[in-house]
């Protein structure tokens, strides 16, 4: 290499000498005018024969001459057709001094086929031009491959390392990677550690996977690994591709999200949950996890469900996920022998497994401990009321209702639900209990109000029942028969009458009506009209 660098530079000293050469080394830029004047007269008309003869009188005379300013100064005056005619017919016109100069000339004169054949000739025949001249030359005609063929010829020595470097960029911008091949096996050079990125694509031009993958070993550590999956994905190999993300994955500090997902995208799904699983450290409401669970679905496979109940024996983020992807029944044995087993969130878990599996106990128990007097907010007592299981024992149904109605989150139905139970048992104090809670939710509720006179009735008779039957009443839409009833029992028959009369005109087969109608007109002592209504 270093040779290389000592030989152009004494190409580069030869060219600038060249013209000064010639028969008498008449620097380039003088003219022949002020020495020769028959010679520059000549210049701007003469063709190439009758300047070939005058230079060669002025030899044979003994003046000095140069055959390059000659041509020089044919260029110059726009004849480089002339000037290559010229220095065809002098003995020193076609050596290796002359050769950039006709080079120049030929492109001058618009003949790129003297061009090329200039180039070629210097490429194959050492000694024709001068190094330097041939590289810049063939650069400026755009063929970088002459340079290579003559450096695997030996006509051009090694080239230092940024040369090298730049000539194989030329060859892979003209599509020669052949040449590139053939370089490297005549002129081993480093230029792959020099631009480990062109190596590696001249390599992929080649097919050439193991100068690829060696090529990728180049690149700083930070790029080794896009670069080694740039050259797998060229050469498809979709094993390789697994081995080498697995391979990533397992590292410490690896982009484990990442690379889940392109395994998943080749179609690897169980390697990208089980990169996931290894990433997904934190609760189970990250980014990784949530990607993690989105791919196991609502049913994962048995590893999958193991990994999951693994991980919610130890931490509680995961309690939910895997509670909702086991089956209810498995999923509740579980919950039910875990150490959290006895906190709200455990419990509530509990509640919807045993209402979706049917298991009435488990549920009872789950509520049971709920309802321990923990204090309980707004939502769970919401979610406790949907998931409670059917068959409550009383006490267990009054407390869960006690405290969604305390909490504001109580549906009318279940403290009415609860005060007909108390009615019904003979226990007016829990009726008035859960009328009183119902009323203060619904205060316009006829039914409860209606119930809470009947309440009031047993335990402090009519007068007592009296404010509660208004309060009905005026709560109670007309003409009604509940109405009728409301005011048969404030004693205002003559009104309850009427309305029951409208109401059985509209419907004079309604024998509850009928039956209704009688009775009043009995207790108001007209038992003629009562037979009357209850005739056939």
Not at 69 to 74: N, P, R
Not at 177 to 183: G, N, P, T
Not at 193 to 210: E, F, G, I, Q, S
Not at 407 to 416: C, I, K, L, T
Request: charge should be positive; glycine fraction near 8%; proline fraction near 6%.
């Amino acid at each position: 290499m270093a040779a290389a660098g000592a030989r152009r530079g004494g190409d580069r000293r030869r060219t600038r000498r060249a013209g000064a050469g010639g028969a008498g080394g008449a620097a380039r830029g003088s003219s022949l005018r002020s020495r020769h004047a028959a010679l520059a007269t000549l210049v701007a008309s003469a063709d190439a024969a009758a300047l070939a003869r005058e230079t060669a009188r002025l030899a044979a005379a003994g003046v000095p001459v140069s055959t390059q300013q000659v041509a020089w100064d044919l260029k110059a005056a726009g004849r480089a057709m002339v000037a290559l005619d010229y220095l065809a017919l002098r003995p020193d016109g076609a050596t290796a001094a002359t050769w950039r100069l006709r080079v120049e000339l030929a492109r001058s004169a618009d003949r790129p086929a003297a061009v090329t054949a200039l180039l070629e000739t210097a490429a194959r025949r050492p000694g024709t031009a001068p190094t330097q001249d041939l590289i810049e030359a063939a650069y400026q005609a755009q063929r970088p491959d002459l340079v290579a063929a003559a450096m695997i010829a030996g006509v051009v020595p090694p080239m230092e390392a940024a040369p090298g470097v730049d000539l194989v960029r030329r060859l892979d911008a003209a599509r020669r990677h052949d040449l590139i091949a053939q370089l490297d096996a005549a002129v081993p050079s480093d230029w792959p550690a020099r631009d480990p990125w062109l190596a590696m694509r001249v390599a992929m031009h080649a097919n050439d996977r193991a100068a690829a993958m060696r090529a990728a070993a180049l690149f700083p550590p930070g790029q080794r690994d896009a670069a080694r999956e740039a050259v797998l994905t060229r050469a498809g190999d979709q094993a390789a591709l697994r081995a080498l993300w697995l391979a990533q994955a397992a590292r410490p500090g690896a982009d484990r999200a990442a690379l889940a997902e392109r395994l998943l995208a080749a179609g690897w799904r169980e390697d990208a949950r089980a990169v996931l699983r290894a990433a997904a450290t934190g609760g189970a409401d990250e980014r990784v996890a949530r990607r993690l669970l989105f791919l196991m679905g609502p049913r994962p496979e048995a590893e999958d469900l193991a990994w999951l109940r693994r991980r919610a024996a130890t931490d509680a983020g995961w309690l939910a996920a895997y509670a909702e992807r086991d089956r209810p029944a498995a999923a509740l044995a579980f919950l039910a022998t875990h150490p959290l087993a006895a906190t709200t969130p455990v419990l509530l878990m509990r509640l919807r497994l045993a209402r979706a599996t049917g298991d009435a106990a488990a549920g009872r128990t789950a509520l049971a401990t709920l309802l321990d007097g923990r204090p309980l907010d707004a939502e769970t007592l919401r979610r406790a009321g949907a998931d409670q299981p059917r068959g409550l024992p009383p006490a267990l149904a009054e407390a869960l209702t006690a405290r969604r109605i305390t909490a504001g989150v109580a549906a009318p139905d279940e403290a009415r639900d609860l005060a007909w139970s108390a009615w019904n048992r003979g226990d007016a104090g829990a009726g008035e209990r859960w009328l009183t809670a119902l009323l203060r939710i619904a205060p316009e509720d006829a039914g409860a109000l209606r119930l809470m006179a009947d309440v009031q009735a047993r335990r402090g008779g009519a007068k007592a029942a009296r404010p509660w039957l208004n309060r009905a009443l005026a709560a109670t839409p007309e003409p009604s028969r509940e109405r009728a009833e409301l005011l048969d029992r404030l004693g205002r028959r003559d009104e309850a009458l009427l309305i029951l009369a409208g109401l059985r005109a509209d419907a004079p087969r309604d024998r509850a009506l009928a039956a209704m109608h009688a009775r009043i007109l009995l207790a108001a002592g007209r038992p003629g009209q009562a037979r009357a209504v209850l005739a056939p």
